[in-house]
């Protein structure tokens, strides 16, 4: 097939050339990958240094009844508005209690002030949970779905 020596030539230099730049990009400084095993396991608590995350949200209201996408309408809905009072942006996770103990969780990232998270249980008691950490703070792990069943 190929019979000319330059043809070879020219092949031979252009798949070197580009195993040449693959080795080159491969050995180039890549951002640093991020790891989980950065983050803290401790829960978002208070340190006297720090600002308290948590009284930042609000609840500004709750109510009983509404429309859940499964049940149609239900009195035994429970919602519960939950507002970002500080200047400062935060994230919220919050838990709503349903009938059966367990509970249905819900978070807001980035939550600009006056923002508000309505956190609801289509069949709930009434109870609701909620975490708060500084905005992107990723090193402060708000619980699993799992371990709030498990612990409250």
């Known amino acids: 097939m190929l019979t000319n020596p330059t043809m070879k030539q020219k092949?031979?230099?252009g798949t070197l050339?580009?195993?040449l730049?693959?080795?080159t990009f491969a050995f180039t400084a890549s951002p640093e990958a991020k790891s989980f095993e950065d983050v803290?396991?401790?829960y978002v608590t208070e340190a006297l240094d720090q600002q308290d995350w948590n009284s930042c949200i609000q609840k500004v209201?709750?109510?009983w009844g509404g429309?859940?996408?499964n049940y149609g309408f239900s009195e035994a809905k429970y919602t519960v508005d939950l507002m970002n009072s500080c200047n400062e942006k935060v994230d919220l996770m919050s838990c709503v209690q349903r009938e059966n103990d367990r509970w249905q969780c819900?978070?807001?990232m980035d939550?600009?002030?006056n923002d508000t998270l309505h956190a609801y249980a289509c069949r709930g008691n009434g109870k609701y949970l909620k975490w708060v950490r500084k905005a992107g703070d990723f090193t402060t792990k708000f619980p699993t779905r799992q371990e709030v069943n498990d612990q409250y």
């Open 17 to 19: 050339f580009t195993a």
């Open 67 to 69: 429309t859940c996408l």
């Open 61 to 63: 209201g709750s109510k």
């Open 21 to 23: 730049i693959m080795i």
């Open 40 to 42: 803290s396991d401790t």
């Open 111 to 113: 939550m600009n002030q």
């Open 11 to 13: 092949l031979l230099l």
């Open 106 to 108: 819900f978070y807001r």
